[in-house]
């Protein structure tokens, strides 16, 4: 008899501990869903096919450094080269990609994006957009604290300099729109 005293006591316990923590676990996922802020990439469209085809690329560059992977990012570097090699007065942007697509070295490919990301801001600024934005984004940590930009089709911040180190490091320093 005193062994079930002590027994229903300690089962009644562990329901309610279990109930507590299930019901905090609930309200960290709730609050975890709610303020995740998800930008949707918006729609931009350069005047230019060429330079509207090599801000895509530039676009599938940065998303490729975000996931780390060196490899598809030597493709992509590769892609991007091509495209810029249409556009008038963009050879040294064309062999900054190159560059890239030749390095194998994560580290070495970011460092090489830093330059290739600020010559393009350059020329996209002098572009003429159709319609829609594009967001200049900073990182005041990347290349050992020197810091770096680039440019993304929405607010939310992917950093390629880090990937999912630091994965939302950053901050949106301009909107380039149409003018």
């Known amino acids: 008899m005193n062994k079930i005293k002590i027994f229903v006591p300690a089962l009644s316990f562990l329901f309610v501990f279990a109930a507590c923590n299930q019901a905090e676990k609930q309200e960290q996922e709730t609050t975890q869903s709610d303020s995740i802020n998800v930008s949707k990439p ?12 090599a801000y895509d690329q530039y676009l599938k560059l940065k998303d490729v450094l975000v996931l780390s992977d060196s490899l598809q990012t030597q493709t992509a570097a ?21 560059d ?21 801001i350059n020329m996209f600024k002098k572009a003429e957009i159709a319609s829609g934005s594009m967001f200049v984004q ?21 950093n390629p300099y880090y990937g999912d180190e630091m994965l939302n490091c950053g901050e949106v320093k301009e909107t380039i729109e149409k003018k």
Request: a negative charge.
């Open 42 to 53: 918006v729609e931009i469209e350069l005047s230019d096919a060429n330079i509207d085809l």
């Open 78 to 98: 590769k892609e991007l080269a091509s495209s810029l090699a249409k556009v008038s007065g963009s050879e040294n942007t064309a062999k900054l990609a190159s």
């Open 100 to 120: 890239i697509a030749n390095e194998s070295s994560l580290s070495k490919q970011r460092i090489l994006f830093t330059s290739l990301s600020n010559e393009l």
């Open 138 to 158: 900073y990182c005041p940590m990347a290349n050992e604290g020197e810091g770096g930009y680039w440019l993304a089709s929405e607010t939310e911040i992917r």
